[in-house]
């Protein structure tokens, strides 16, 4: 294919209720979507990157500027490419995985979509729906925190991950454990808010019988992560410390964790995430797949990969309408805990022109020669 431009959109979108993290309070989901316009075909992709540098180092104008300045035009100097080359392009621009994530994303869904193919046999999928978890956030009180999972459960949610951070870990986890019972499976993530000398603390979530707890350390701990799983019962999960199949073999290899979270913005692609799942696949380390409030875009994409074969723990694949009254697609909707995963070419689903100008705040157009 040859590229002939690639639209930068920030779009802003209220969600349903506030979610809050060991790192902030959301309350709009503001990111950074784009289409990537080829000889072939035009194709869609989404930036994960929140507004502010607070889950990892990137933040959503960084990624419109390294888009901009390097990454389209080191694309469009490359001459004819595919998905798979593109990568290899963005090597030399160190970091900003997610921005080089959304782009290899419009890529592929151009690609396949000018070949008919979908992306979810593009990447290996073996299942046509995934079973889905949610991801609760901190709330301000027990009471609150008992009415948010009543209802996911109540919903039909398969698994539970409630967010953890000092003064907000041991109390709820007995909480949801004594209404719901032992059957719900429940997680925890805590997004780097402990250290190992925490240990001791987080040995007391032991007695729940956890499927695991996310990323407890800061990202470059795995060192930490790896003392750490020797302290306490609960499987180690990392989210953002995997940055790449290397940093996941390093983790594997130091018994830095026994549970993997796949986000494919956070490892620079879908196809970068498809070699972790085989890496993880080879060391008998489950995976799931991670979410970061994607609009139906993004959300097409993750569905597509939790059903590959070694996803075998329900995913933060949520429906739509956990986040969003509004999306820019025609809505993701649970049935019986899953969702279906699309069949059409390419990410098989396409925004909608009206519901994406509602939330559209600017537009620009990066060609391809200048
Ligand atoms: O750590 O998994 C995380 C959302 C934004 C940033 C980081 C995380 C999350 C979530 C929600 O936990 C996942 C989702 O439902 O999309
Ligand atoms: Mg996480």
């Given amino acids: 294919m040859k590229l002939e431009g690639v639209e930068l959109r920030w779009v802003s979108m209220p969600l349903v209720s506030p979610f809050r993290t060991s790192f902030g309070t959301q309350t709009t989901r503001d990111l950074l979507l784009l289409k990537v316009v080829t000889d072939q075909a035009e194709g869609w992709g989404e930036c994960v990157a929140m507004a502010a540098p607070l889950y990892s180092e990137e933040y959503i104008e960084g990624a419109a500027d390294v888009l901009r300045r390097y990454l389209v035009p080191a694309l469009a100097a490359a001459g004819p490419f595919d998905a798979s080359t593109v990568a290899t392009v963005l090597e030399p621009f160190h970091g900003h995985r997610m921005a080089k994530a959304a782009l290899e994303m419009g890529v592929l869904d151009a690609e396949l979509r000018a070949e008919g193919r979908p992306l979810s046999r593009e990447l290996g999928a073996v299942h046509d729906r995934v079973p889905c978890g949610v991801s609760v956030g901190i709330m301000d009180d027990l009471g609150a925190l008992l009415d948010a999972v009543g209802g996911y459960l109540d919903e039909g949610y398969v698994r539970i991950k409630l967010k953890i951070e000092p003064g907000w870990d041991v109390e709820p986890v007995r909480a949801v454990r004594e209404r719901f019972g032992d059957d719900v499976l429940l997680q925890v993530d805590a997004n780097t808010a402990y250290t190992l000398s925490d240990a001791r603390h987080l040995a007391r979530l032991d007695p729940f019988d956890l499927l695991l707890i996310e990323q407890p350390l800061p990202e470059d701990d795995l060192f ?105 697609t025609a809505p993701f909707v649970l049935d019986d805990g899953y969702l279906a995963v699309p069949t059409g070419p390419g990410l098989g689903v396409e925004p909608l022109p009206d519901e994406l100008a509602a939330v559209t705040t600017a537009t620009d157009w990066i060609p391809a020669s200048r």
């Fill in 224 to 328: 930490g992560h790896a003392d750490l799983a020797r302290l306490i019962t609960t499987p180690v999960c990392l989210d953002e410390s995997i940055t790449s199949a290397r940093t996941a073999a390093a983790a594997i290899r130091l018994g830095a964790c026994s549970v993997v979270n796949i986000k494919p913005g956070r490892v620079g692609g879908y196809l970068e995430a498809r070699r972790i799942h085989d890496l993880c696949v080879a060391h008998s380390v489950p995976v799931w797949c991670g979410g970061m409030l994607e609009t139906g875009l993004g959300r097409a994409a993750n569905v597509a990969l939790a059903a590959l074969p070694g996803f075998t723990m329900p995913g933060d694949t949520s429906a739509s309408g956990r986040y969003y009254a509004t999306d820019v």
